[in-house]
């Protein structure tokens, strides 16, 4: 029901966007999130935001580098990544909270995840 794309390989400083894409389901009053985790690594928070207004969060390692956002007509999310660095390594997964907020940061949050996909930033 949430199938994350858009990984891949990319050099320090460059961009790259990760999808969401949403099906089966209406996700219309759900805050959906990003969130990435690498290996013996819990995973953590990357940004949130709602379907209803936009109302953003991000994690502070990643403010003003990563943007998500959403296109409600193709009941998709994105993540825009910018001014990678290495230690955006992870796999990113994209998840869904039926009763999220601002504050959802937990993975115990989200009710919905997707499959992840991975980013890898080289030095």
């Known amino acids: 029901q949430l199938q994350a794309s858009g990984g891949g390989l990319v050099q320090t400083g460059g961009s790259l966007r990760l999808s969401c894409a949403a099906s089966g389901r209406t996700f219309s009053s759900y805050r959906m999130g990003w969130f990435r985790q690498t290996p013996g690594k819990d995973r953590e928070f990357v940004a949130s935001i709602s379907w209803i207004g936009g109302t953003t969060e991000y994690a502070d390692s990643v403010k003003g580098r990563l943007t998500i956002s959403r296109d409600n007509a193709k009941n998709t999310v994105y993540l825009q990544m910018n001014s990678v660095k290495p230690e955006d390594t992870a796999i990113y997964y994209c998840?869904?909270?039926?009763?999220?907020?601002?504050?959802?940061?937990?993975?115990?949050?989200?009710?919905?995840w997707g499959q992840g996909t991975q980013v890898t930033v080289s030095s």
């Open positions: 998840a869904a909270a039926q009763y999220g907020s601002r504050w959802s940061h937990l993975p115990s949050d989200y009710d919905y």
